[in-house]
């Protein structure tokens, strides 16, 4: 099983981390590998962070930490589809329970993916991804969405 390296960072000291992070810097994948290598480190049991752009009406695989991803996820299937499509947070306990769940890393147990909205539009998906179920709690959820808010604002600046 791959997880992440011991944390040298805690997820409550993450934010200020990514604002400074993003303030420093316009190029959007180099935020979203910064972001996703920020993240995996300092996420406790997770086996994969990282970022899937929309790219002529699917999901792309970009920048990501961990074992090797599905490349590209068509819009409304698996849990980065349906949020892509939702235009909605998906924080699923039990991927196995998920209709439709793509299974790209077979130790994955649960799963979180926030939408990455910008001008009304999806530009694309925070997915992470964990080998322990239910890792993801409301708390963890409130702070990745601010997270991503980081990132829209710089985005929506280019």
């Known amino acids: 099983m791959s997880t992440a390296p011991q944390q040298s960072i805690a997820f409550d000291d993450v934010f200020p981390v990514a604002q400074g992070l993003l303030e420093a810097e316009s190029d959007p994948i180099a935020n979203m590998a910064n972001l996703s290598a920020l993240l995996y480190e300092a996420l406790p049991d997770v086996n994969w962070v990282g970022f899937y752009i929309m790219r002529d009406a699917e999901l792309v695989l970009g920048p990501f930490q961990g074992r090797l991803a599905c490349t590209r996820i068509p819009v409304g299937r698996g849990v980065c589809g349906v949020a892509a499509h ?10 196995h329970q998920f209709d439709g769940h793509i299974a790209c890393d077979g130790a994955t147990e649960s799963e979180i993916v926030i939408p ?14 964990s080998p322990r179920k239910d890792r993801f709690s409301e708390d963890d959820q409130q702070k990745l969405i601010a997270l991503v808010k980081l990132l829209e604002a710089v985005l929506l600046a280019l």
């Open 86 to 95: 939702s235009h909605s947070v998906q924080r699923v306990a039990d991927v």
């Open 116 to 129: 990455i909205i910008v001008n009304g539009a999806v530009y694309g998906v925070l997915d992470i991804d």
